[in-house]
């Protein structure tokens, strides 16, 4: 099996960044691509990036284009989101996820691991 324990979150004031943390634990050989989500009360989870295993592809969802900035380090099994220029609108559980192949996917479903999430507030 797969543990993710993500850390990081936090009460941040507009225009603030934070540092997202994800660790994996486990069979960590069974893990490539890797991504962040976010849930709002009320609403759906949502997609903010994504990395492959390899660290050389990128994906993010628009909102967060040009202010977040995801990254990972192997050697330590760690996966990393640097949140600049936040707004109140990216408060949110924010989820580190895993899945077996080694490009980055935007969908939920195609996440096999998932962390239990650390929130992000952001006051205006």
């Known amino acids: 099996q797969v543990q993710l324990v993500e850390s990081g979150g936090g009460l941040v004031q507009a225009g603030g960044s934070l540092r997202l943390s994800c660790v994996t634990s486990?069979?960590?050989?069974?893990?490539?691509?890797m991504g962040w989500f976010r849930q709002a009360p009320g609403k759906e989870r949502a997609f903010v990036a994504a990395?492959?295993?390899?660290?050389?592809?990128?994906t993010y969802a628009d909102s967060v284009k040009g202010r977040f900035t995801i990254s990972k380090d192997n050697a330590k099994n760690l996966l990393y989101l640097q949140m600049s220029s936040l707004k109140p609108e990216d408060t949110a559980v924010y989820y580190c996820?895993?899945?077996?192949?080694?490009?980055?996917?935007?969908?939920?479903?195609?996440?096999?691991?998932w962390g239990q999430g650390t929130q992000v507030t952001v006051s205006s």
């Open positions: 996820a895993a899945r077996r192949t080694l490009v980055p996917g935007r969908l939920p479903s195609e996440y096999d691991y």
């Open positions: 486990g069979r960590t050989s069974s893990t490539g691509g």
């Open positions: 990395i492959s295993w390899s660290g050389g592809t990128t």
